[in-house]
């Protein structure tokens, strides 16, 4: 793309002239920074400047390959970083613009990562967690991967509408964002007591084969279920436990960090019981989260995580497949965003006050970025089936914890 000479390039500015041919010239003045700055990622061309991008495996010569894939790279030095030993004896950085975000790059060997992607759609994607496709299709119990693998060509029928069942209403016209109010101790209970009836499955979907449906498959809830109506948990629907192989990654990534080191000359507003990073190490216990499965074309726009009870504890985000543009700010969309991009087996902890009501996306996934690792693996012959999927996939896990400790919710 970055080749001027090449089709891509062509192609790219003939449909960026057509497009922009009538588009008034100031609207880029009515942007936020943030929205600027997915604006800058998401375009095709001109092909985004990655100069201000911070790309901490270009400084690890064990990634070189994986950084050669493709034609994004960004810079080791873009953004001020502060890098530390963790418990564990690996490399990790904190970020002085925005305490209380760590990466940890590479944290996963390819053969964990592997695993997890196997994990994400072998084991997780299927009852009884709940993915978006069960909104809108009566799913094999098996899952829709496991169909796949077994027969692409099966049949998938849709659900149909109950006539004896609550939905939510459907409002006519562009769908709207839910600017959901930010959860916590005091409102737990009336927030728990709002009516959270079923998203209505589509009336217009026909039937569709398995190869058809596996590429729609967005997200599969973890833990505590998540109710994208209202963006806010239903308890009422119970708890399922967190897979071993996660829960221990989680805990294991915030226990490496000295927390102390991070926070202890902070000055920020914890809440009414003040800072919990000191209780970590002990009682941090992820109970919720997503996994998401991108397409090289999805973008995650800004939001804000207001769903959790406890709004400090750490978030434990973990990147497989395809490289991503990661964009975090503050706590509106005025405050410029840090850029970060974000390879395989990349680990992130946002955490504290500032960080985890922060404003965060992902504009870009950048496509033809699949690393090495995951291409056909000599010692085990099934693996190109998942190779096939992850060459237009990303898939991100992330796992948070919704109660503070001591908290005793009463449902």
């Known amino acids: 793309m970055n080749d001027s000479s090449s089709q891509a390039y062509k192609k790219a500015r003939r449909q960026y002239l057509k497009t922009t041919r009538n588009r008034d010239p100031n609207i880029d003045k009515a942007w936020t920074p943030f929205r600027a700055a997915e604006k ?5 061309f001109p092909p985004p400047d990655f100069a201000k991008v911070l790309d901490l495996a270009t400084l690890d010569a064990s990634r070189a390959p994986e950084v050669a894939v493709g034609i994004w790279a960004g810079k080791s030095d873009a953004v001020e970083t502060r890098a530390f030993v963790t418990k564990s004896g690996i490399k990790g950085y904190a970020f002085p613009s925005m305490p209380g975000l760590i990466l940890l790059p590479g944290l996963l060997s390819p053969e964990k990562q592997r695993e997890l992607i196997r994990w994400s759609l072998v084991e997780h994607s299927r009852q009884p967690n709940e993915t978006n496709l069960d909104i809108h299709y009566r799913l094999p119990s098996e899952g829709i991967w496991n169909a796949y693998v077994r027969d692409g060509s099966a049949i998938v029928h849709p659900r149909p509408i109950e006539a004896d069942t609550e939905y939510m209403k459907q409002n006519p016209g562009p769908r709207k964002l839910i600017d959901n109010i930010p959860a916590d101790t005091t409102n737990f209970e009336c927030l728990s007591n709002v009516s959270k009836p079923l998203a209505p499955p589509s009336s217009t979907i ?6 058809d449906l596996l590429p729609r498959l967005r997200w599969a809830n973890i833990g505590w279920f998540y109710h994208w109506g209202t963006k806010q948990y239903d308890f009422s629907k119970g708890k399922i436990p967190v ?27 914890w809440g009414p019981n003040g800072p919990d990073w000191m209780d970590w190490q002990e009682n941090y216990e992820p109970d919720a989260g997503i996994v998401n499965l991108y397409q090289t074309k999805d973008t995650l726009m800004a939001h804000v995580d207001r769903s959790e009870i406890c709004a400090t504890s750490p978030l434990v985000s973990i990147s497989l497949g395809h490289a991503a543009v990661f964009l975090i700010g503050g706590l509106t969309r005025e405050t410029e965003p840090i850029p970060i991009l974000l390879r395989s087996g990349d680990v992130v902890i946002m955490s504290g006050p500032a960080c985890r009501r922060a404003y965060h996306g992902v504009p870009r996934i950048l496509e033809n970025t699949l690393p090495p690792h995951m291409a056909d693996v000599v010692d085990d012959p099934e693996w190109s089936t998942y190779k096939n999927y992850m060459d237009s996939t990303r898939i991100n896990i992330n796992v948070r914890q919704v109660f503070p400790k001591d908290f005793d919710p009463v449902f």
Request: with cysteine; charged share 30%.
């Open 243 to 269: 897979h071993d192989t996660i829960r221990k990654i989680c805990k294991d990534a915030v226990q490496s960090v000295d927390w102390k080191e991070i926070f202890s000359s902070t000055n920020f507003d």
């Open 206 to 211: 026909h039937p569709a084969t398995c190869s």
């Open 40 to 44: 800058h990622f998401k375009a095709r």
